[in-house]
């Protein structure tokens, strides 16, 4: 399994990247989750060195209930420390990712706003966590957002 980090400075322009006319068209299935999802959230919840933790955040909860009614499919906390997962499958399409980074910005706004509310630092985190190689284009959007995204 190899982890790249693609955080870092946002492009000049992305407006190109940004596929607009795909907003509003089928991209979801309503089929719920897959075997293949399933399965690479169990695989993660028990691996937080996926996202560059200590074994001490393992093992993590599937799918914890946020005050946003959200759910994450993997969260791992120690002590005041808290990273939300999103996970995608090899299956999963542009859209799909393209979902799951929007859900990683929202997932750390989220996280943080909760420990803001408790008193606590917001040091929470978002990352994706992807069965494949993940599209050019995407890895852009990935930057801008500031949203870290890793490989298996």
Known sequence: MSTVDIVGKPPKLLRHSIKRKRRFGKRFSGEGESPEHQALKLFVKDRPELVGLASRFAPGLVEKLLFSGDRPDVFFSYKKSWVAVEVK????????LNRGLFQCVKYSAVLRAEQLEKGDVP?????????????????DKARLFGVKVRFT
Do not use: M, Q, T, W
């Not at 499958?89 to 799909?96: E, F, G, K, L, T």
């Open 89 to 96: 499958s090899r299956i999963s399409n542009d859209d799909d």
């Open 123 to 139: 040091n929470a985190s978002a990352y994706l966590v992807y069965e494949g190689n993940f599209p050019n284009d995407l890895c």
